[in-house]
């Protein structure tokens, strides 16, 4: 079987799409967790903004879709105070025991963590006051069921708020990734907005199409401009390297050497971003939000 093969059954099957996913952010965790407050520096603005597009508010109880380490999940546990709520869901156990261990050690006691799929919550209709999504939609094999699914789970007159990336012509790091690692794999270019990758929701109006599909009404999207700010492109490169799951698994189709030689190269192209203040690596993000 070709890697060709390979990585386009994993995309049409969504069962398997899914597995991989799943195998691939429970070996990511523990990278990610330990980038967790490079990544919450960068993302604190917008997430800050998230929320507030969500409404959450002290007593609410209130959806993590796809929370990861869960950095935001303390944010959203701060705002509803004590005697508020927070369920913190993803398809990884591994990276959901790191988000329950973080909330644990901030001191948070009304979190609570879930294993599910997106698409398919298990939770019961009218439960949440709000919800959001960071960054995790665009991973969705079906976002729209998805979304459906978030609709279905909160109550009458509650907000939802996600945030995913804007199209590659404004995410250039994220393009150079994915295309870098693609062409080292001997996989032809991708689609970029083909369903699961880190800008398939960024084509202008997506977004506010799919809130509406899914029975969101007063939508609006947001765009934002979120630079990453670390010192050295090797920082990044480390970052990356760390915990970025769908370019290590399409350059784990490589031997070692091969798989250093597409990293180096990774690299050389992301050092256009060094400057004399460090590197600055450019990332847009649109924050979609609307109400039941």
Same mark, same amino acid.
Request: charged share 20%.
């Given at each position: 079987?070709? $890697? &060709?093969?390979?990585?386009?059954? =994993?995309?049409c @099957?969504?069962?398997?799409?899914?597995?991989?996913?799943?195998?691939?952010?429970?070996? =990511?965790?523990?990278?990610?967790?330990?980038?967790? =407050?490079?990544?919450?520096?960068?993302?604190?603005?917008?997430?800050?903004?998230?929320? *507030?597009?969500?409404? !959450?508010?002290?007593?609410?109880?209130?959806?993590?879709?796809?929370?990861?380490?869960?950095?935001q999940?303390?944010?959203?546990?701060?705002?509803? +105070?004590?005697?508020?709520?927070?369920?913190?869901?993803?398809?990884? &156990? +591994? !990276?959901?025991?790191?988000?329950?261990g $973080?909330?644990? $050690?901030?001191?948070?006691?009304?979190?609570? !963590?879930?294993?599910?799929?997106? &698409?398919?919550?298990?939770?019961?209709?009218?439960?949440?006051?709000?919800?959001?999504?960071?960054? +995790?939609?665009?991973? %969705?094999?079906?976002?729209?069921?998805?979304?459906?699914?978030?609709?279905?789970? %909160? *109550?009458?007159?509650?907000?939802?708020?996600?945030m995913?990336?804007?199209?590659?012509?404004? $995410?250039?790091?994220l393009?150079?990734?994915? =295309?870098?690692?693609?062409?080292?794999?001997? %996989?032809?270019?991708?689609d970029?907005?083909?369903? +699961?990758?880190?800008?398939?929701?960024?084509k202008?109006?997506?977004?506010?199409?799919?809130?509406?599909?899914?029975?969101?009404?007063?939508?609006?999207?947001?765009?934002?401009?979120?630079?990453?700010?670390?010192?050295?492109?090797?920082?990044?490169?480390?970052?990356?390297?760390?915990?970025?799951?769908? !370019?290590?698994?399409? /350059?784990?189709? /490589?031997?070692?050497?091969?798989?250093?030689?597409?990293w180096?190269?990774?690299? *050389?192209?992301? @050092?256009?971003?060094?400057?004399?203040?460090g590197?600055?690596?450019?990332?847009?993000?649109?924050?979609?939000?609307?109400?039941?």
């Amino acid at each position: 079987m070709t $890697n &060709e093969t390979m990585l386009q059954d =994993s995309l049409c @099957d969504s069962t398997v799409f899914k597995h991989r996913m799943h195998a691939q952010w429970d070996e =990511s965790a523990a990278g990610w967790d330990r980038h967790g =407050s490079k990544i919450r520096e960068w993302l604190r603005v917008p997430t800050d903004a998230m929320l *507030k597009m969500a409404g !959450i508010s002290l007593g609410q109880i209130i959806l993590d879709v796809a929370a990861g380490a869960g950095d935001q999940t303390l944010d959203i546990a701060d705002r509803v +105070g004590a005697d508020g709520a927070v369920v913190a869901t993803d398809i990884s &156990e +591994g !990276i959901l025991t790191c988000a329950l261990g $973080n909330a644990v $050690n901030a001191g948070h006691a009304n979190v609570r !963590i879930h294993r599910a799929d997106a &698409e398919d919550l298990k939770l019961k209709a009218a439960t949440f006051d709000a919800a959001v999504c960071r960054l +995790g939609l665009m991973f %969705l094999p079906n976002p729209l069921v998805g979304l459906k699914e978030i609709h279905r789970v %909160l *109550k009458p007159g509650g907000r939802f708020c996600g945030m995913v990336f804007a199209g590659p012509e404004v $995410n250039p790091c994220l393009r150079i990734l994915m =295309s870098t690692a693609m062409r080292h794999a001997g %996989l032809p270019p991708r689609d970029p907005f083909q369903p +699961g990758g880190l800008v398939s929701l960024g084509k202008p109006g997506l977004m506010d199409d799919l809130m509406h599909q899914a029975g969101f009404q007063s939508v609006a999207t947001t765009r934002m401009e979120v630079p990453f700010r670390l010192p050295t492109t090797a920082d990044y490169m480390t970052f990356i390297r760390d915990s970025a799951g769908p !370019i290590l698994q399409i /350059l784990a189709l /490589l031997d070692d050497a091969a798989r250093e030689a597409a990293w180096r190269d990774i690299a *050389k192209q992301l @050092d256009v971003y060094q400057t004399t203040g460090g590197w600055i690596g450019p990332n847009t993000l649109l924050l979609t939000a609307g109400q039941k």
